[in-house]
């Protein structure tokens, strides 16, 4: 008997332990209470369960239909055996709440009817109710047939639990039965999964409620984890996921040592020494079983998920680091799910670093460090952007000087006391060894004090924040190195799946934003290695060609740009002129393509280079000029709004270049040894630009955008007026920006003005409104007035050139005609 | 008046490549446009009683109807070998050094006064200097508004000027504009 009873167990759902009949009454309370808040709701539910009670009625006949003999043979020994323990079995479903997947907790609030019912029925019956609440809560929703399949399917358990019985009918069933019972294998592996669901809820609501009663069913968790199949599996994960994320403390747990373990110790203490040693090894097994799935496709995701919530949620538990390195290992996956995920996932552990308190940090930012060196560069660009999030404390470095001056002073201090007090004192041996010892036990309890509070040593901060920083650095330069590297070129060797330098844009963005933390001495490096990498050798033996074709046009300006950053930011020791990436970004705009290379670097690029600079060569400035305006011709009106508003910034800056705008070429005195302009030198202060004339702000202001247009004739007119308010706060990016969403939007034809035009045209006077107002509205009016009159005009002089034409023509055909006609005369 | 010869070209090569470095190119090769030809000459250089002019080809050929003992000068000096044959740059080379300058500094307007009566750059008077300089590099010195004043050598590199204190020497004056005013009689 006792064997059955187990065998039941096994395919029986899983039943609720027995602890819990005098909860009912509570819970019921709690029932009560919730009906009488939400009437609504409750009725919703009663209304449901009269339909299940029918469909209950339903089902018995359904079954007396196909198999009455077994049920009924089961029923009769299954009371014999086990009534009591079925109302142990059915009630406990009623009392405890059921939390469904989407997190929401269902009580059921009216149980009453159905008892009755099943304290009458055995097994089959509450696994048919458990279905029915799974479908009143929407997780699974049956049609017909499959209703059907699974009153068959309860039969077949019926039979199982009943082996004998099962034996007997198999003699007297038909083949037609066998082929039936098997795909009701299938089925009852479907019914078993529900089952599982509902235990997992179960228990995971449970566990909340009290964790320290209910540890132990963690290992029934993963157990379910283990034998379900994919989804319920998956479901395990995450629910556990959620256990795990709500009673891991936020220390880490050390197991007793023996001697520990050997010491007599309260109940509480060996409570809590269960508790603990039960949760941890319960996580263990559930981290070695997401590692396993981890390398498993259809896993994948979905144990990187569980592993990246751990890890941002408790970084300081046990494990962290076998956590880490999954993490790691997935950080410049191809799959963009999985990226993103671990690379937020160690954002936030370098955002939050009070949660950890920096030790993480490090351990990561090492990590990464060493995946770069093994990849050889070859990651995801993602994978160092991470860096950018990471913070540090800069006032950490400065006020340690100053602390150990003081504490000596202090010694001192003490020590010139407890000489006094010798003077004082020289016999009194008592007093002074009272005195030792309070100040020893004031320097334990100091000491203790250190070790139980969370806030860490001001050293120990500043080993952690320099040894992030060389790990840091060491990446970063690294990565330029590896991008200096001459490529093999005489094997097409197959470029990575993330492009050649992958890593090389967020390591400059990187180098630009810790760029003030870096040492002067490795300054003369890093400004060297940019040089290269911008274009310029340093070494004329070697062709610059080497570098420079392989990095893109965006790329070496974002070394520029670097280098201008780094330069600013450390700018308190010199003013250093960087003559090398001016020459670079001279050439770097003639070989800019507006589809192939970012505009915006480049706007960024002007901007910090060319309107950020206090200072610049007269002959340089003039160059770069000439070579904007020029570069704006051939451009976009985006582009060339850019340019021209770094031109403008350059002529209001350097007033001698506004030469330029003067009508006689030749720059007199200023324009040095060259006495003519040189439009293909490479060195802009060699391109004698001060020799010519700025021409193409009269083509530009015919631009065909207005904006543009306008910029063009209000530059040339700058040398007129010179205390004009001029638009200088409007950087090239921003006009870049706004013009290149203007692309989008404006047709050339249209004869209004966008509303940002209008923005930037309300700065300065516009050409036409001499005749209208200063008011925008009036000049619009004008404008639109204006437009018309200009077609007017224009149509009558077309009409009047056609006209003339067609005189002509009349005139010569008339002429011919003449002419024939005298032809005719003089040949008779 | 007669052409460089070997040793003496590399001299004169080797002062102005300290300066101009990869310039040098333009100073050889820049087309003259004096004279009456229609296609532009070049410059060359000319060694004239112990000095060195800097000449167009066109002005050349003219001043060779001209006897050498009254001819007193030609075209631009710059620089003369001293009597134990070593090569200086003068002060009238600074325009042509200043045009094809590869390392600048730029003085602060209180410093320019300093460095005019002959006095070397300390770090204190800099207002800007190029990057990437070496020790020991020619360097031009000009004034905030981009006027040449003079030249000299840099005793320090552009990284180690940042660590320097204000009194440290950057530049190792060698000529300046003063020099008009102080020693017209050597000139």
Request: charged share 30%.
């Amino acid at each position: 008997m006792g064997k059955k009873k187990q065998k039941q167990k096994v395919v029986l759902p899983p039943e609720l332990p027995p602890e819990v009949p005098e909860d009912e009454i509570e819970v019921s309370d709690e029932d009560l209470d919730f009906v009488n808040r939400n009437k609504e709701y409750a009725g919703f539910v009663s209304k449901l369960d009269t339909q299940s009670i029918t469909r209950h009625v339903n089902r018995v006949a359904d079954v007396k239909e196909d198999a009455l003999e077994s049920l009924y043979e089961k029923r009769s020994r299954k009371k014999s055996l086990a009534t009591d323990n079925i109302q142990l079995e059915v009630d406990p479903v009623d009392a405890l709440p059921v939390k469904t997947l989407d997190g929401q907790v269902y009580y059921r609030t009216a149980p009453k009817a159905p008892n009755k019912f099943q304290n009458a029925r055995d097994e089959d019956e509450t696994v048919g109710e458990n279905e029915d609440v799974g479908r009143d809560n929407g997780v699974m929703k049956l049609t017909k047939a499959e209703k059907r399949a699974k009153i068959k399917k309860l039969r077949k358990e019926a039979k199982k639990q009943g082996k004998e019985v099962v034996e007997v009918e198999e003699v007297e069933q038909s083949s037609q039965a066998e082929v039936l019972a098997e795909v009701e294998k299938d089925l009852s592996a479907e019914e078993a999964n529900e089952k599982r669901k509902f235990r997992l809820a179960e228990i995971g609501t449970a566990m909340l409620t009290d964790p320290e009663g209910n540890i132990k069913s963690l290992k029934e968790m993963l157990q379910i984890c283990k034998d379900g199949d994919q989804a319920v599996s998956i479901l395990g994960l995450k629910s556990l996921l959620a256990v795990f994320k709500d009673i891991i403390p936020g220390n880490r747990i050390r197991l007793p040592t023996e001697k520990e373990l050997a010491m007599v110790v309260s109940k509480d203490v060996k409570k809590t020494r269960l508790y603990e040693s039960t949760l941890l090894t319960a996580y263990k097994a559930y981290l070695q079983k997401l590692m396993a799935l981890e390398k498993v496709p259809s896993f994948k995701r979905v144990a990187i998920r569980c592993i990246c919530t751990l890890l941002e949620a408790n970084p300081r538990f046990n494990f962290r680091e076998s956590l880490l390195g999954v993490v790691m290992n997935n950080i410049s996956s191809t799959d963009d799910v999985i990226r993103k995920l671990c690379c937020n996932t160690i954002k936030s552990l370098f955002t939050n670093e009070g949660k950890h308190g920096g030790e993480v940090t490090v351990e990561t930012v090492q990590l990464i460090a060493n995946l770069v060196k093994d990849h050889d560069c070859h990651l995801h660009p993602d994978s160092v952007e991470v860096f950018l999030s990471l913070s540090f404390d800069e006032d950490l470095r400065k006020p340690e000087v100053a602390k150990p001056n003081r504490k000596a002073k202090n010694k001192k201090y003490k020590i010139g006391n407890r000489n006094e007090d010798k003077n004082q004192l020289p016999g009194n041996d008592k007093k002074k060894s009272k005195q030792e010892m309070i100040s020893k036990t004031r320097e334990e309890v100091k000491a203790e004090f250190m070790a139980a509070s969370f806030a860490q040593d001001a050293m120990e901060k500043r080993r952690i924040q320099s040894d992030t920083l060389s790990s840091v650095f060491q990446t970063y330069f690294r990565i330029l190195k590896h991008a200096m590297r001459p490529r093999p070129e005489a094997n097409g060797l197959p470029v990575g799946p993330f492009g050649e330098h992958p890593l090389l844009a967020p390591c400059l963005n990187g180098i630009g934003k810790f760029s003030h933390l870096i040492d002067l001495d490795f300054m003369a490096d890093l400004m060297n290695y940019l040089r290269r990498l911008a274009g310029g050798s340093i070494d004329a033996n070697r062709p610059s060609e080497n570098f420079s074709s392989r990095l893109t046009v965006s790329e070496r300006l974002r070394c520029c740009i670097v280098a201008f950053k780094v330069m600013k930011n450390n700018l308190d020791a010199l003013n250093v002129d960087l003559q090398d990436f001016f020459i670079q970004l001279y050439n770097l705009i003639l070989e800019y393509r507006p589809g192939r290379d970012q505009g915006e670097v480049l706007a960024e690029a002007m901007k910090v280079m060319l309107c950020d600079d206090r200072q610049h060569d007269m002959q340089r400035a003039a160059a770069f000029i000439k070579r904007l305006a020029s570069f704006s011709l051939c451009f976009g009106a985006a582009e060339s709004m850019a340019a021209l508003v770094t031109l403008k910034h350059l002529l209001q800056k350097n007033v001698k270049c506004r030469d330029l705008l003067e009508n006689d070429a030749g720059g007199g005195s200023l324009s040095g040894s060259i006495a003519k302009y040189q439009p293909y030198a490479s060195d802009p202060s060699l391109s004698g630009a001060f020799a010519t004339v700025l021409w193409e702000l009269t083509l530009l202001s015919k631009h065909y955008h207005p904006s543009v247009s306008t910029m063009a004739s209000g530059i040339s007119t700058i040398t007129n007026s010179h205390d004009q308010v001029y638009r200088s706060n409007v950087s090239p990016q921003q006009a870049f920006i706004d013009m290149s969403l203007d692309k989008e939007t404006f047709t050339p034809k249209s004869g209004q003005k966008q509303s940002n035009n209008k923005r930037k045209k309300g700065n300065r006077p516009p050409p036409s409104a001499a005749a209208g107002g200063g008011d925008t509205v009036d000049e619009m009016a004008v404008r639109t007035k204006l437009s018309e009159h200009f077609l007017l005009v224009h149509d009558m002089e077309e009409n009047g050139r056609l006209r003339r034409e067609l005189e002509r023509t009349k005139l010569g055909l008339q002429l011919y005609k003449e002419y024939k006609k005298q032809k005719k005369q003089r040949t008779r | 008046m007669r052409p460089l010869d070997e040793a003496e070209t590399t001299q004169v090569f080797e002062k102005l490549f300290k300066f101009t470095s990869n310039n040098l190119k333009n100073i050889v090769e820049s087309p003259s446009h004096e004279g009456l030809d229609k296609n532009p000459g070049r410059y060359c250089f000319r060694l004239h009683k112990n000095r060195v002019y800097y000449v167009s080809e066109s002005l050349v050929k003219r001043a060779t109807n001209i006897k050498r003992e009254n001819l007193v000068a030609l075209g631009t000096n710059i620089g003369k070998f001293t009597k134990s044959g070593k090569f200086h740059l003068t002060i009238q080379a600074l325009n042509l050094l200043a045009a094809n300058a590869k390392h600048k500094v730029w003085l602060k307007p209180t410093s320019e006064m300093s460095f005019l009566y002959g006095n070397d750059v300390v770090k204190g008077g800099l207002g800007r200097i190029t990057d990437n300089i070496n020790a020991y590099d020619g360097v031009v010195v000009f004034s905030m508004s981009d006027v040449p004043l003079g030249f000299g050598i840099a005793a320090k590199s552009t990284q180690d000027c940042r660590k320097m204190d204000p009194n440290g020497l950057v530049v190792i004056r060698q000529a300046d504009t003063g020099e008009y005013l102080r020693n017209q009689e050597d000139l």
